[in-house]
């Protein structure tokens, strides 16, 4: 079981790893294409934050992952919880962890990408690991991100072995009739 796990997790973070970055790449050349068109425009910045918001809302994964946007001052310019949207959340703490100062910090320091954990917001109980591909937006001086939450992980794990005790039951039953 211990190998299948090994596999089982380098093949989690490795998806984890591929799926944030193309959903943050494609976020940022929408944001980009957005950007180019309203720049020159009065008000374009507000403009520019209005259709992204737009457009985000209708890019869902489920649970699986979404993109949030955050200026550099924390202020969250996109989020699946529009809740999120309205209240500052710079000094936002979980276990003791200034959660979106951290991710913000984190992608100011790498700013063509990086992976950041932290515990998120779980709606259903307790704060659950995640991890996040952030990248800067510079012409905005924002971060765009998305990231996964590792109960996925632990789901997959213990299917798995679920599986390997249905399959040891099994076995140990068939050597009993023998």
Known sequence: FEKE???????????????TTKRVDLTYNIIDAIYKMNKDKPDGYKKTIF????ILDKMRWGKKGYIFVFDYKGNT?????KYYMLIDRWNYERNGVKVIRKIIQTALKHPDGTYVKYLAYNPDGDPIEKESYVKIYK???????????????????????QQQERLLKDIIQKIAFI
């Open 5 to 19: 796990k090994t596999i089982i997790t380098n093949e989690f973070m490795k998806n984890l790893k591929d799926i």
């Open 51 to 54: 259709m992204m918001q737009k």
């Open 77 to 81: 310019l996109f989020h699946i919880n």
């Open 139 to 161: 012409p905005l001086k924002i971060i765009i991100g998305n990231g996964v939450y590792f109960n996925y992980l632990d789901e997959r794990l213990l299917r798995k072995q």
